[in-house]
């Protein structure tokens, strides 16, 4: 089998421009510009509670993608670390969960910068905070790995190979022609027309050639989501506005289908970047419903904040708690009992008096068993707020 880097034109790269998702562009450029009049609009608090919802999503999911489940809630307090909101700052244990949200929140600050070998060692630094693999093996964090690496999957006696990358004698002069193409096309830096990519091309063709590359032992996922996020970034002029890898987990096998097609002998990667576009597409529309909801959840909470107890109001946040891509929560008497620690009566009376200030709904169901839903129709944000 022929992989990409061995073929005598890599890594000059060819794809169908007439063949490009036109509509799908058109949807992604007029989204980016809605959604950004949208912030603008939006009162600064609010605007910040979206982000970091929209960077706990990010953070969580790029994770999930390798295999790693992170505690949201760490991941949160963790952002709020780094972007300084935590005084005293709140003691975090798990260091992924610190590692990959210092990446996230690195990205929102320097996205307008250009990409160098130390901002890659640094991203992976923090990605890799433990410097071990599953298997308890001392990992190169920080630096190229120096040995032959090949993605394979399946039991030890009956392994598949998907590919192999490159020699890692290969791999500075690999780097250099990929870090001097990124920042020649960055939209921030061009002068000559000629260079100029759409976002959501110029982030396909950096994933892709990034993990074909695959310069690193371990991370080179989560790397290469980072990179396209960041080219996405520079192209918007607005960091955060695409759950890029919330798009990617919701199709994780054809994302990792897209990408073992593509890297195998033609350059013409055409049928990639037309899945990607279709990906950007949707984590716009993702972060339009995480903004929706944020600012729905925020306003809700302000609007009857004072009129809840504590056992109430930490009721009301649980119910938010799965967020725009979740299932919608509910609460009966028993789980209200169990979670705030109340007796039947109180449970029973606390309730009543959220459905009383329609704080809460009544949804099917009778006696013990009658359940409560926040009172809010959430379909109906979305659909306003897409319109």
Same mark, same amino acid.
């Given at each position: 089998?022929?992989?990409?880097?061995?073929? /005598?034109?890599?890594?000059?790269?060819?794809?169908?421009?007439?063949?490009?998702? +036109?509509?799908?562009?058109? %949807?992604?450029?007029?989204?980016?510009?809605?959604?950004?009049?949208?912030?603008?609009?939006?009162?600064?608090?609010?605007?910040? $509670?979206?982000?970091?919802?929209?960077?706990?999503?990010?953070?969580?999911?790029?994770?999930?993608?390798?295999?790693?489940?992170?505690?949201?809630?760490?991941?949160? #307090?963790? *952002?709020?670390?780094?972007?300084?909101?935590?005084?005293?700052?709140?003691?975090?244990?798990?260091?992924?969960?610190?590692? &990959? #949200?210092?990446?996230?929140?690195?990205?929102?600050?320097?996205?307008?910068?250009?990409?160098?070998?130390?901002?890659?060692?640094?991203?992976?630094?923090?990605?890799? /905070?433990?410097?071990?693999?599953?298997?308890?093996?001392?990992?190169?964090?920080?630096?190229?790995?120096?040995?032959?690496?090949?993605?394979?999957?399946?039991?030890?006696?009956?392994?598949?190979?998907?590919?192999?990358?490159?020699?890692?004698?290969?791999?500075?002069?690999?780097?250099?022609?990929? &870090?001097?193409?990124?920042?020649?096309?960055?939209?921030?830096?061009?002068?000559?027309?000629?260079?100029? *990519? /759409?976002?959501?091309?110029?982030?396909?063709?950096?994933?892709?050639?990034?993990?074909?590359?695959?310069?690193?032992?371990?991370?080179?996922?989560?790397?290469?989501?980072?990179?396209?996020?960041?080219? +996405?970034?520079?192209?918007?002029?607005?960091?955060?506005?695409?759950?890029?890898?919330?798009?990617?987990?919701?199709?994780?096998?054809?994302?990792?289908?897209?990408?073992?097609?593509?890297?195998?002998?033609?350059?013409?990667?055409?049928?990639?970047? %037309?899945?990607?576009?279709?990906?950007?597409?949707?984590?716009?529309?993702?972060?339009?419903?995480?903004?929706?909801?944020?600012?729905?959840?925020?306003?809700?909470?302000? %609007?009857?904040?004072?009129?809840?107890?504590?056992?109430?109001?930490?009721?009301?946040?649980?119910?938010?708690?799965?967020?725009?891509?979740? $299932?919608?929560?509910?609460?009966?008497?028993?789980?209200?009992?169990? %979670?705030?620690?109340? #007796?039947? #009566?109180?449970? *029973?009376? $606390?309730?009543?008096?959220?459905?009383?200030?329609?704080?809460?709904?009544?949804? /099917?169901?009778?006696?013990?068993?009658?359940?409560?839903?926040?009172?809010?129709?959430?379909?109906?944000?979305?659909?306003?707020?897409?319109?």
């Amino acid at each position: 089998m022929t992989y990409l880097w061995e073929h /005598p034109d890599w890594p000059e790269f060819i794809y169908n421009q007439t063949s490009m998702p +036109l509509t799908s562009l058109y %949807q992604y450029s007029q989204s980016v510009g809605r959604l950004v009049l949208e912030l603008e609009k939006t009162p600064e608090d609010l605007k910040l $509670d979206a982000v970091i919802d929209l960077m706990v999503k990010e953070a969580i999911t790029t994770s999930a993608i390798e295999g790693e489940k992170l505690n949201p809630q760490d991941v949160r #307090s963790s *952002l709020k670390n780094h972007l300084g909101l935590s005084h005293p700052p709140v003691n975090i244990r798990d260091p992924r969960a610190r590692g &990959i #949200s210092a990446l996230v929140v690195n990205n929102y600050y320097n996205h307008h910068q250009d990409l160098s070998e130390e901002t890659l060692f640094q991203w992976h630094r923090m990605i890799l /905070p433990r410097a071990y693999d599953t298997w308890g093996q001392a990992l190169r964090v920080g630096q190229w790995r120096v040995g032959g690496i090949a993605v394979v999957s399946g039991p030890l006696h009956k392994q598949k190979i998907h590919f192999e990358a490159p020699p890692a004698e290969k791999i500075v002069g690999e780097m250099k022609v990929f &870090i001097q193409w990124f920042n020649h096309t960055n939209p921030l830096n061009y002068t000559e027309p000629k260079a100029f *990519l /759409p976002g959501p091309i110029r982030a396909a063709i950096a994933h892709l050639w990034f993990v074909i590359i695959h310069p690193f032992e371990d991370g080179n996922g989560r790397i290469a989501r980072a990179i396209a996020d960041y080219a +996405l970034g520079q192209d918007t002029r607005y960091p955060m506005l695409h759950s890029l890898s919330a798009a990617i987990e919701r199709h994780r096998d054809a994302y990792y289908q897209q990408l073992e097609e593509a890297q195998q002998e033609s350059m013409d990667i055409t049928q990639w970047i %037309q899945w990607f576009i279709q990906i950007t597409a949707e984590s716009i529309e993702i972060t339009e419903k995480i903004i929706a909801f944020t600012v729905q959840k925020s306003n809700f909470i302000k %609007q009857h904040h004072a009129s809840l107890n504590k056992r109430q109001l930490q009721v009301v946040l649980s119910l938010f708690a799965n967020g725009a891509e979740g $299932d919608k929560r509910s609460v009966n008497r028993n789980k209200y009992v169990k %979670q705030v620690h109340c #007796s039947p #009566s109180t449970a *029973l009376r $606390d309730l009543n008096d959220m459905v009383a200030k329609d704080v809460l709904k009544q949804l /099917p169901g009778l006696g013990r068993n009658t359940r409560y839903g926040l009172h809010l129709a959430l379909d109906k944000i979305y659909a306003n707020h897409a319109s």
